[in-house]
């Protein structure tokens, strides 16, 4: 079964930049999409961004020309480099799995994610 950690996040400044990470275990990584997720207080889980295995992306509206999605089958690693950061990009952020090479549902088990707090 996959395992997701992400890892990366942290306090920063609005108009400040980090880069979240999420290390998955197992050989699934390499032939499924994956995608980064957010979720803040009080709110649902939204969607955030997303890569194909052949390494198309799409990402939410909200983060659009600021974050971009990359990831690393050698190293089985996802990545999220977030730049222009803004108040409301506050949240946990979560990775997973999903359920085909061009995309689909995510159904990786939630890992505890990584907190990004931005300061205004």
């Known amino acids: 079964q996959v395992q997701l950690v992400e890892s990366g996040g942290g306090l920063v400044q609005a108009g400040g930049s980090l880069r979240l990470s999420c290390a998955a275990s197992?050989?699934?990584?390499?032939?499924?999409?994956m995608a980064w997720y957010r979720q803040a207080p009080g709110k649902q889980r939204e969607f955030v961004a997303t890569?194909?295995?052949?390494?198309?992306?799409n990402y939410a509206d909200s983060v659009k020309g600021r974050f971009t999605i990359s990831r690393d089958n050698a190293k089985n690693t996802l990545y999220l480099q977030m730049n222009s950061l803004k108040p409301e990009d506050t949240a946990v952020y979560y990775c997973?799995?999903?359920?085909?090479?061009?995309?689909?549902?995510?159904?990786?088990?939630w890992g505890q994610g990584t907190q990004v707090t931005v300061s205004s």
């Open positions: 197992g050989s699934i990584f390499s032939m499924n999409a």
């Open positions: 890569i194909t295995v052949l390494g198309n992306k």
């Open positions: 997973n799995v999903l359920r085909r090479p061009t995309g689909g549902e995510p159904f990786g088990p």
